[in-house]
């Protein structure tokens, strides 16, 4: 059972454009973090995918805690990214060199 709420479409939109965007960094650049995030990034789909699949998870109103904890990930992951490429290039920007 997979859900097709208007909510769960637009979560699986967010994974779509991350790992796509992931894939195509990689792809294009051959640098190692994007093949580490895209490592992350499928294994932690691949355990959303299993927990989308059973029908046991959305039963008593509990389809919000696994709303919740599916775009928690993809939040956390992208911000987590960017800050770490926001410092880089503060530092590389403000560095004597």
Not at 40 to 55: E, G, K, N
Not at 71 to 97: D, Y
Request: charged share 10%; net charge positive.
């Amino acid at each position: 059972m997979l859900p097709l709420d208007s909510e769960f479409v637009i979560l699986y939109l967010l994974y779509l454009s991350v790992f796509g965007y992931f894939l195509f960094q990689y792809l294009h650049s051959r640098k190692r973090v994007f093949k580490i995030n895209l490592f992350l990034f499928f294994s932690y789909f691949t355990l959303m995918s299993i927990v989308f699949a059973d029908a046991e998870n959305f039963k008593c109103g509990n389809s919000l805690a696994v709303l919740f904890y599916g775009f928690l990930f993809v939040m956390l992951h992208v911000t987590l990214w960017g800050m770490i490429n926001l410092f880089k290039w503060v530092f590389k920007k403000n560095s004597p060199l």
